[in-house]
């Protein structure tokens, strides 16, 4: 019996790597699978590329990084019509992807140099005859495991930066996705011809963990937690570093005197963008009792308008056929547990789309607020004042962002978040910010990127001390005197004794 192949599942054809739309089965993109021995040659050839790419210096990776920028934003109808065949996002929903992405792009390209060059250090007293230097050199070669839900974005968050540091980069885009991920090694390619500096190795889970073992200086994640820790484990072997952006089950917090219609406009946002396939979107929400009425009703009749199909939609199909079960399972579990849908419900899920669905009174145990849903869904409890609020958002293992909706304590509430990021009657806005760190603490993973600290993230410290002139103080030395330990006994006393 021939089996059915579900669209949107990826297939592998004659050593070909089959991508298809999930909401027409339409094809993609055809891409060869890499054997573990392709992968190994893929991080030899970009290790001898990232050689003459570091050599470039700053201003030579600059130039040619905004020049990767301009053909992006020159292009951004193709690759958003390609992020909607192949992952069956919304036009509109990867433009806005693809502008993101086009902004760190510039941002890491302009900022490189002033982050990572080398700077003199102040030196202290007791070592004040030596002078002090830092910089910030490649690791050399970096492997990016990508995600199939902004497959624009998120590799682009880790590969622009990790280049702009000097780096070579071999990306393995998700199964679900090649088709974007090679677009974008091909278009870099256009604008560097010279040296692969920049290719990508397709296939399953076993092509990401070759690149794990395959002799890459750090590894770039971003997915569940659950492959987060498989990732960590196989890089492990070698002490291969990682950074790890993993899953999330972020919440909002309206407080009392929370503008309700901008709150519910972003909530609807947070939660429902890309079908809710984020990792930072909302997925719980706890609004304080006196506003939690009214605002469930600006979330529902916000909710209740958006349309749902292929095309012209505000929001697509559910990417991986997979999640779908997963939605369902959250959905029938809070209503059977006492949670009430306010809007869609069990018959909200019509593979592969599933409606939007607001749950509330859910039990704080159910798999709805706990799990990671990673679909069109929102769980909204009521609770006695700001401090449940933050007790509930904290509870989980999970740590990636947030969202507070309030005027006089919203920022400390904000601060109070076990998150790595928060944003204040926004959400999501943190992950368009170039100039911010991204990333989480717990189950989401660590490390960051984005920012002065994404490009650190993708190079090494190294600190150079250089002799200017005569020890007063001798120490590091066997030609000390009695005399000279002494003196130095008598001055730190002097200086750090009183």
């Known amino acids: 019996m021939t089996a059915v192949h579900v669209p949107g599942t990826p297939i592998i054809e004659d050593g070909r790597l089959v991508s298809t739309s999930p909401a027409t089965g339409a094809e993609a993109g055809r891409l060869p699978v890499a054997t573990a021995e392709d992968v190994g040659r893929a991080v030899d050839r970009a290790r001898a590329a990232g050689e003459w790419w570091a050599g470039l210096g700053f201003g030579g990776r600059r130039e040619r990084l905004l020049r990767w920028r301009s053909l992006l934003a020159r292009r951004i109808e193709e690759i958003a019509e ?6 069956g996002k919304p036009v509109a929903d990867a433009v806005v992807e693809v502008v993101t992405a086009v902004e760190h792009v510039d941002w890491a390209a302009r900022n490189a140099r002033r982050v990572l060059g080398p700077r003199r250090v102040r030196s202290r007293l007791v070592l004040a005859e030596f002078s002090a230097h830092l910089e910030y050199q490649p690791y050399g070669v970096v492997g990016v495991i990508g995600p ?12 622009a930066y990790a280049l702009a540091a000097g780096n070579a980069v071999v990306l393995k885009p998700s199964e679900y996705t090649p088709a974007v991920g090679q677009w974008l090694v091909d278009t870099f390619a256009e604008v560097v011809p010279e040296q692969p500096v920049f290719t990508a190795v397709h296939g399953l889970g076993d092509v990401g963990a070759a690149l794990c073992r395959s002799g890459v200086d750090k590894v770039a994640f971003t997915g569940s937690s659950a492959t987060a820790r498989k990732v960590m484990a196989a890089c492990a072997e070698s002490l291969t570093p990682v950074l790890l952006e993993a899953g999330g089950k972020d919440a909002m917090i309206v407080d009392v005197d929370a503008d309700l219609d901008a709150a519910a406009e972003a909530c609807v946002w947070g939660a429902l963008t890309n079908a809710g396939q984020t990792c930072i979107g909302i997925e719980r929400v706890y609004a304080v009792e006196p506003v939690f009425d009214a605002f469930v009703g600006k979330v529902v009749e916000r909710a209740g308008r958006l349309t749902v199909g292929p095309d012209n939609a505000d929001i697509g199909p559910i990417t ?18 006492g949670g009430r849908a306010v809007l869609g419900g069990a018959d909200a899920v019509q593979p592969p789309y599933v409606r939007p669905t607001v749950l509330v009174d859910v039990p704080e145990d159910s798999a709805a607020v706990r799990e990671e849903t990673f679909g069109p869904t929102l769980t909204i409890n009521r609770v006695r004042d700001a401090d449940e609020a933050v007790a509930r958002a904290n509870a989980l293992s999970y740590g990636l962002g947030g969202s507070v909706f309030g005027r006089r304590h919203a920022v400390a509430i904000a601060r109070r978040l076990r998150s790595g990021m928060a944003s204040v009657n926004s959400a999501l806005t943190f992950a368009g910010m170039s100039t911010l760190p991204f990333g989480g603490v717990g189950d989401s993973g660590f490390g960051r990127i984005h920012g002065e600290d994404g490009l650190r993230e993708f190079s090494r410290a190294k600190a150079i001390t250089r002799r200017r002139a005569r020890s007063l103080l001798p120490s590091t030395t066997f030609e000390r005197t009695p005399a000279d330990v002494a003196r130095l006994v008598k001055a730190i006393k002097v200086i750090y004794g009183r």
């Open 148 to 159: 199939w839900n902004y497959p624009v974005f998120t590799p682009i968050g880790s590969a």
């Open 320 to 337: 991986m056929p997979s999640q779908v079960e997963v939605i369902r399972r959250h959905i029938d579990d809070a209503l059977s547990r």
């Open 82 to 87: 390609l992020v909607h065949t192949e992952g």
